[in-house]
């Protein structure tokens, strides 16, 4: 016996690849038009692994190792098919046998995670064969995650057996310190460092951690966006690879960054190029083909980092003309990179999109409860000057996230090689502006629907798909009609500011479930139906400084324990059955500042009287 017995999996493994099949062959006639929907096809397969966690989760409860079942069922993840799942290259191999009954239990999870990988690579196999090169990609790196040892899937991925690893890249992490004078920033010798990576050149005044640390995380996206964007760099058959007809090469580019100690030398150093540089904290300039980061750890400033190198992957990794949106869908290359901020590390593997992902949160913002929306014909046809000299420009760069995210993870992914088609056709030569409607296969019309409906989030989303709530400090799911298990999972969101969840049903148990939301601040309860009895809860929400309840169901009696918050600033009743009986209370709140009672029965009378005892407040009618 190896690390697994591989024999023994034979009857298994062919019983596993009947499942493919059957899998393959449930393609609807509407699905044929469009495509093989592979995202379905995918989640099918994850039925067979979650029975047999449950079997061996079973076993350990029966031989008393109950603590090895949250790990066992750590093993599978629960795909949302409005999400992408992107697997990382480890020079891992799979573990060595053990004894006893830890060592039974690791046997039997190795042999689950086996024959798992051996669906996905008859899968792969599949994608590879009808030419879908990018799934058959990003499949082969699945296959290598949960079988590290796969030799099929490593052999066509282009990684070496070194006995006890895999080697993936030849060139290792190096850094150097005795550096010449910098030829574009004029920095002195030996006052920056330089770290190089397979992939990129990093000069650097920060300190040696930090820019390890940008440089671990660089080769970990550009890693993600060589598997997202397959088709975009290269036209490689993974096909042939699988025949052994060649395998996958490391690109030999490398990428030039240039990375500040702080802001304040980001700022100085590039305000002569850069108009409103203090505002950022990246940059990309493509004439000089370099990306300018600000050190910073912070969740904004990496997304920045994403963003910006998302830039640079485009347009260096294959030849492209100068500014490719300069006259035209500016709102797209803007989208993408906003879409490619949504990456989050899940520990070997990172996700891409999802509802909970910050930017839609805005977008969602934007369109539901604000009502901001510009037709994407009129968007695309935006020069990029018309797009950035907007007074609404936040707003556009909200709807072009919500639209590209749209456009990578609706219809399950289906219309992604579509856009991966367009960047690269665009970034190569100008386009005619009907361009992107032909390649995309729809109208612009068809699309503005489309957005409107994937705007759309549900309890099940919020319930069963929330990925690194510690994560997360904005929420935006409006008429989700969420139930308690939907605020549950809101309530794990610790460092939450604020949260929208309009129109739904708002229970004392759903504010309860908010009670370690410490830094919630902001709370949008818009046209919500609320329990008198919640109201009481939401007065101890003790970072509660905004609370919207227009046109909610909150009564002058509910106002009387609200009161008890007193560090609320804001509170909005307008279109409310609030009547002249409120305004006592409302006198004794001391704290609120701004009070919107617009569209109510306040009498002008009473509103006046409000004013006379609190002079200081601001009252919106």
């Avoid at 059957?22 to 699905?31: G, N, R």
């Avoid at 995670?113 to 590879?128: C, D, N, S, T």
């Avoid at 803007?334 to 593997?349: H, P, V």
Wanted: aromatic share 10%.
């Amino acid at each position: 016996m190896s690390r697994i017995n591989r024999s023994s999996l034979l009857a298994k493994i062919l019983t596993s690849v009947l499942l493919v099949v059957l899998a393959t062959a449930t393609t609807s006639f509407a699905q044929k038009k469009k495509g093989t929907d592979w995202r379905a096809k995918r989640k099918l397969l994850d039925r067979a692994l979650a029975d047999e966690l449950e079997d061996i989760a079973s076993w350990c409860r029966g031989s008393g190792i109950s603590q090895q079942v949250p790990q066992t069922f750590k093993i599978h993840q629960n795909h949302d098919l409005r999400r992408q799942y992107i697997y990382l290259p480890t020079t891992k191999k799979m573990p060595e046998p053990r004894s006893g009954k830890l060592g039974q239990w690791l046997e039997r999870v190795t042999t689950a995670k086996v024959e798992h990988a051996a669906r996905i690579f008859e899968l792969a196999k599949k994608a590879a064969d009808e030419g879908a090169n990018a799934i058959a990609f990003q499949f082969l790196h699945e296959v290598t995650y949960f079988d590290r040892d796969h030799l099929a899937a490593r052999a066509a991925l282009g990684h070496k057996d070194k006995g006890d690893s895999w080697q993936i890249n030849t060139d290792r992490l190096k850094v150097k310190k005795k550096r010449p004078n910098h030829g574009v920033l004029n920095w002195q010798a030996g006052s920056y460092i330089t770290v190089i990576t397979p992939h990129f050149t990093i000069d650097s005044t920060a300190g040696e951690k930090e820019t390890i640390f940008l440089a671990e995380s660089l080769e970990q996206w550009h890693d993600v966006w060589r598997q997202v964007f397959f088709e975009f760099w290269t036209t490689a058959s993974v096909k042939r690879w699988l025949e052994k007809k060649g395998s996958f090469k490391e690109p030999k580019k490398r990428y030039n960054v240039v990375f500040f100690k702080d802001h304040q030398q980001y700022v100085t150093s590039l305000s002569k190029w850069v108009k409103g540089v203090e505002g950022s904290t990246g940059y990309y300039n493509q004439e000089l083909q370099l990306s300018f980061f600000s050190a910073g750890n912070d969740p904004q400033n990496i997304d920045t980092w994403k963003h910006e190198l998302a830039h640079q992957l485009f347009r260096e990794t294959s030849r492209a003309r100068k500014a490719p949106f300069k006259e035209q869908h500016l709102w797209l290359d803007e989208g993408i990179a906003m879409y490619f901020e949504s990456l989050t590390d899940m520990d070997g593997y990172v996700t891409l999109g999802g509802f909970d992902s910050r930017r839609l949160q805005y977008s969602r913002v934007r369109k539901l409860r604000e009502g901001f929306f510009v037709p994407s014909q009129e968007l695309a046809s935006m020069s990029q000057q018309q797009f950035q000299s907007r007074k609404d420009i936040s707003s556009i760069y909200s709807q072009a996230a919500g639209m590209a995210h749209m456009l990578m993870n609706d219809e399950r992914g289906m219309l992604q090689p579509s856009i991966n088609e367009f960047m690269k056709v665009i970034h190569k030569r100008k386009v005619k502006p009907d361009s992107f409607e032909k390649i995309i296969g729809k109208a612009m019309p068809q699309l503005d629907l489309q957005y409107l409906k994937f705007l759309e989030t549900s309890n099940t989303e919020v319930s069963d798909y929330l990925l690194r709530p510690e994560l997360r400090t904005e929420m935006a799911v409006p008429n989700a009609d969420l139930s308690v298990s939907g605020f549950d999972s809101i309530g794990r969101c610790q460092r939450l500011r604020w949260l929208d969840v309009t129109g739904s049903k708002i229970s004392p148990a759903s504010i309860e479930a908010l009670k370690d939301c410490g830094r919630l601040r902001q709370l949008f309860l818009t046209r919500c139906s609320i329990a008198p009895k919640a109201f009481a809860t939401m007065s101890q929400l003790r970072a509660l400084e905004e609370l919207d309840l227009t046109a909610s169901s909150v009564t002058d009696g509910d106002l009387a324990i609200l009161a008890r918050a007193t560090r609320l600033k804001v509170l909005r009743l307008a279109a409310t059955r609030v009547t002249d009986a409120a305004i006592p209370v409302l006198a004794r709140m001391p704290s609120v500042e701004i009070l919107d009672v617009s569209k109510t029965r306040l009498s002008n009378r009473a509103i006046a009287s409000l004013q006379q005892s609190r002079p200081g407040i601001n009252i919106i009618r």
